[in-house]
């Protein structure tokens, strides 16, 4: 790869395309003439509201995004969201959760804090290894939302179909799989991203919400940033956003439109992620434990037959320079996440490597 630029291979934060890489370096000193670089550009400026502006409709033209949705961007990661969805959603104090993983099970926990959880579907008697039926959930009347984690990056599975919420709002974690594949945002409530795994730089969360759902009689008690409201009011400069987040995501937003949108995208998602589970298909040494039709696109789980034979591939991947290819301690193995800036050359390369490796042995 140029730049001596590795396959990196991580979870997250993970790779960014390069050229958009090479369009951010290009500005770095200089952004449009403003005698500065975005990282140290007041977020009142005339410069950055285009920016903030132009990110957001460009992210709305790329997911067709209706109008009664708002988009907030938002520090604190994924993880804030997962109490800031129930300090904000839960009126009635009752929510359903699909518990298919390590992302789910935290924002169950972070959940309990504030309200009633009812788990109405769970995969943890098999490991977590596929998608749990949720066309007929048991969800009470007063519930309030219906929670899902739609990729769980460390488990490798992803819902293909969305739960029957039976009328009641459906929030998803998008974080491991946004802009990865079409997705009809007028289905969901609230939809919300941390960036750092498939678009851009750590420490920003995207949220995408239906106006309805924004509340004004929140609890005393919660944050004045943790409200919904105050994001959507400001139009997400309530207080100093992460200026260079935005714009980098912004960048990768409009590199998705020049690329065919979101069909395309999802196309070459479909042949990176076939040449890797096609080859675990064949291969004697590894295999694909995701059920087939759940397995993630981005996040790709594999194992030999043992723990010292799965940390001798990851020893020797690190020694051909592909990085971060050691599965989540949690789950051991290995992982290959393969998000939107992979290059198919990439997983190629990989899967070279791994015949190569079992060929030899
Ligand atoms: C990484 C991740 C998170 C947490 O994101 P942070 O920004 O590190 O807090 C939440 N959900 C999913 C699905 C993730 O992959």
Redesign the pocket.
Known sequence: MKYGRSYNFSA?PAMMPEAVLEEIRDEMMNKDGSGMCVMEMSHRSKVFEDIIHEAEQDLRDLMGIPDNYKVLFVQG???LQFAMVPMNLMKNGVACYVETGT?SKKAIAEAKKYGEVKVVASSKDRNFLYIPDCSDLDIPDNADYVYI?E???INGTTFNELPNTKGHILVS?Q??MFLSRPCDVSKYGLIWA?V??NVGP?GLAIVIIREDLIREDLATYVPTYMSYKTHADAESLYNTPNCWAIYCCGKVFKYLKNLGGLEAMNQMNIDKASILYDYFEESKLFTAPVEKKDRSLMNVPFVTPSAEQDAAVVKATVAAGFDNLKGHKSVGGLRASIYNAMPKEGVEALVAFLKDYEAKL
């Open positions: 997250g990661g994924g993880t992302w984690c990729n769980e990056t974690d974080s491991s941390g750092q795994k750590a």
